[in-house]
């Protein structure tokens, strides 16, 4: 079992910038990538960014390129979104979670362990 646990949300003006974490626990960071969903009001959960276990690859959803970074930290157990130049539409609740399989992926039903989610809210 992968406890993880997300932290740094919170209310923010257009333009500015947060940092989530997500600690992992638990049975940590095997070889599986990770990766970051939001979910806003009344809408689906969508894909953000996602990392392999090295770092050496990422990917982004197009809306959040070049505003995002995603990183990890393997000897903290820590996954991190570096946010910046937010914008309204970027307002929901943030969660992490851990793949099962090694490659990049925005399949949400690929990730086994998901975090509880923290709330972004970017006013205008």
């Known amino acids: 079992q992968v406890q993880l646990i997300e932290s740094g949300g919170g209310l923010v003006q257009a333009g500015g910038s947060l940092t989530l974490s997500c600690a992992a626990s638990?049975?940590?960071?095997?070889?599986?990538?990770m990766g970051w969903f939001r979910q806003a009001p009344g809408k689906e959960r969508d894909f953000v960014a996602g990392?392999?276990?090295?770092?050496?690859?990422?990917y982004y959803r197009d809306t959040v390129k070049g505003r995002f970074t995603i990183s990890r930290d393997n000897d903290k157990n820590t996954l991190y979104l570096q946010m910046n130049s937010l914008k309204p539409e970027d307002t929901a609740v943030y969660f992490c979670?851990?793949?099962?399989?090694?490659?990049?992926?925005?399949?949400?039903?690929?990730?086994?362990?998901w975090g509880q989610g923290t709330q972004v809210t970017v006013s205008a």
């Open positions: 638990g049975r940590t960071f095997s070889r599986g990538s």
């Open positions: 979670a851990a793949a099962r399989v090694i490659r990049v992926t925005s399949n949400g039903n690929l990730y086994d362990y």
């Open positions: 990392i392999t276990w090295s770092g050496g690859s990422t």
